[in-house]
């Protein structure tokens, strides 16, 4: 399964690239072009906002699976025992084991949106640090305008001459050095992240088997 947060990642620079592409009247003007991509690979504290992430998501994974692995045992308890059960008895159980799974889907829903919340958390401060250190360049370098080159631009061939990556990569660190690095924040509380719900729990029957 792809990385929600490499994905996360990959949808910023693609935004980048879409907003950085010249038209044919710019075609005149002082351009220069810089690699998003590794600009994106690149930026100061992109390791460290990964590897908080990947932690996070981690312990979701492992609460969500004790949850399922509960689950899962009370309806084998109740498959195994439900023929001597009485009818009031076997409704009784269905209905913890109902609440039991309705329970189960309203946490991974909660921690679907915390997550979401959290990528934007980690990964919202890039964007910002990017479009400064190009905007920057552009304007020290007095470019008309600097676009990017990736597979979503109208780039096809460049002079290399134009490519002003490296000069945008360290504009870039020196502007995070003298600010909080881009998705620094506070995780001594874990907020969540989008994990894949443990098979067979994911879709439940609306009943327990055998009924």
Known sequence: M????????AALALALAAVATPTGA??????????VAQVMEQIPGRAD???????????????????????????????????SLTAAQRAAREKALQELQQGYQTRAQSLQERGAQREQELTGGFETLVRDAIN???TADGYSMIFAMG?????????????????????MRTIAATRPAAG??????????????PAGVSRPATRPPGN
């Open 136 to 138: 920057d360049v552009r």
């Open 26 to 35: 710019e075609a005149q003007l002082k351009m220069a072009y810089v690699d």
């Open 151 to 171: 597979s979503s631009s109208a780039l096809l061939s460049a002079d290399k001459s134009l490519d002003v990556t490296d000069k945008v990569l360290a504009r």
């Open 2 to 9: 792809r990385s929600p947060f490499r994905a996360a990642l």
């Open 49 to 83: 906002a990964q590897a908080t992430f990947e932690k996070e998501a981690q312990g979701i994974r492992a609460e969500l699976q004790r949850m399922s692995d509960s689950l899962q045992q009370r309806v084998q308890a109740y498959q195994r025992e439900q023929a």
């Open 184 to 197: 620094r924040t506070n995780t001594a509380t874990p907020t969540g992240a989008p994990v894949a719900a």
